[in-house]
């Protein structure tokens, strides 16, 4: 059974950094589009950031730009995410998954077809 898991979340300030992992199990995710998502109270799930297998090919919501980077290890089965200059509108749970169908990063939750568990990140001001 293919399995996500993130891990990385946790209790920050403003202006810090945090470094999200999701590690794969169960099939080998190499080949595969990654994602970032992120759910805060009240909001639908949102677009982070995508990696295509080919690790060429990143791409970045606006409000992430600049900040944070997404990168993978295909001989480790793991996504990164690197989150820098934490604000506390970043506050949510953040969720990897990954798109089995697809060469490049669509920014669509509903394209995706295994989720991890999620890891919650709380940045405070």
């Known amino acids: 059974q293919a399995q996500l898991v993130e891990s990385g979340g946790g209790l920050v300030q403003a202006g810090g950094s945090l470094r999200l992992s999701c590690a794969a199990s169960g099939r080998t995710f190499s080949t595969y589009v990654m994602g970032w998502f992120r759910q805060a109270p009240g909001k639908e799930r949102e677009f982070v950031a995508g990696i295509s297998w080919n690790i060429g090919s990143t791409y970045y919501a606006d409000c992430v730009k600049g900040r944070f980077t997404i990168s993978r290890d295909n001989a480790k089965n793991t996504v990164y995410l690197q989150m820098n200059s934490l604000r506390a509108e970043d506050t949510a749970v953040y969720y990897c998954?990954?798109?089995?169908?697809?060469?490049?990063?669509?920014?669509?939750?509903?394209?995706?077809?295994?989720w991890g568990q999620g890891t919650q990140v709380t940045v405070s001001s």
């Open positions: 998954a990954s798109d089995l169908d697809t060469i490049d990063v669509v920014p669509s939750p509903v394209e995706y077809d295994y």
